[in-house]
Nanobody
Framework: VQLQASGGGLVQAGGSHKLSCAAS????????LGWFRQAPGKEREFVAA????????KYKDSVKDRFTISRDNAENMFSLQMNNLKPEDTAVYFC???????????????WGKGTLVTVSS
């Protein structure tokens, strides 16, 4: 699976923004999908994940009720809708895929290149 993230940009605090990730390759629906981020000077961290069928999601505590991950298996794409953005959400965001939903919080087999989201105060 090859992944390509898009949609990064500059957003004001309190605003909304949407990231997308396009996937190519076979059996897209066979992968759990996730978003990770890496802030300047910090390690990469898990943000959100969605199961293969899209019926189960999980989030980092600090983004719960603000971010929503979704997927479209017909279009081989998934997204991260981010609302009420905060300056601490500033980071390079990476999309990822892994066959196992249970493990995607910790690691992923496939990664896209990151896209920068900057939230100004």
């Amino acid at each position: 699976v090859q992944l390509q993230a898009s949609g990064g940009g500059l957003v004001q605090a309190g605003g909304s923004h949407k990231l997308s990730c396009a996937a190519s390759g076979r059996a897209f629906s066979g992968y759990a999908l996730g978003w990770f981020r890496q802030a300047p000077g910090k390690e990469r961290e898990f943000v959100a994940a969605i199961s293969r069928g899209g019926d189960t999601t999980k989030y980092k505590d600090s983004v719960k009720d603000r971010f929503t991950i979704s997927r479209d298996n017909a279009e081989n794409m998934f997204s991260l809708q981010m609302n009420n953005l905060k300056p601490e959400d500033t980071a390079v965001y990476f999309c990822a895929a892994d066959p196992n939903y249970l493990y995607i919080v910790y690691r992923a087999k496939y990664w896209g290149k990151g896209t920068l989201v900057t939230v100004s105060s």
